[in-house]
Nanobody, 123 residues
Framework: QVQLVESGGGLVQAGDSLRLSCAAS????????MGWFRQAPGKEREFVAA????????YYADSVKGRFTIFRNNAKNTLYLQMNSLKPEDTAIYYC????????????????WGQGTQVTVST
């Protein structure tokens, strides 16, 4: 059974940094891409970043490019999202997810989802 468990969320001030983690278990993810999505109150879930587990190719939403970095630790089967220069508009529940599709920006292409972790950025 596939499990994705996020951690690392919290309340920070604008300009601060935060690192999210996603521990993956239940299968081999070498043929998967792993992504981070977020959902703010009253808004649809949106793509943040994704990484191919095998070769490390990374993809970012324009809104986070240059501020967020996605990376993984293969040995620990853990996905990370380093978030720097956080803004109030980054406030959302952040989810990690896994897909075998190459269209990694599309929410509906993801097969497995974590439960989410709350990130709140105050002014």
């Amino acid at each position: 059974q596939v499990q994705l468990v996020e951690s690392g969320g919290g309340l920070v001030q604008a300009g601060d940094s935060l690192r999210l983690s996603c521990a993956a278990s239940g299968r081999t993810f070498s043929n998967y891409a792993m992504g981070w999505f977020r959902q703010a109150p009253g808004k649809e879930r949106e793509f943040v970043a994704a990484i191919n587990w095998s070769d490390g190719s990374a993809y970012y939403a324009d809104s986070v490019k240059g501020r967020f970095t996605i990376f993984r630790n293969n040995a620990k089967n853990t996905l990370y999202l380093q978030m720097n220069s956080l803004k109030p508009e980054d406030t959302a529940i952040y989810y990690c997810a896994a897909t075998q599709s190459r269209f990694v920006r599309v929410t509906t292409n993801y097969d497995y989802w974590g439960q989410g972790t709350q990130v709140t950025v105050s002014t």
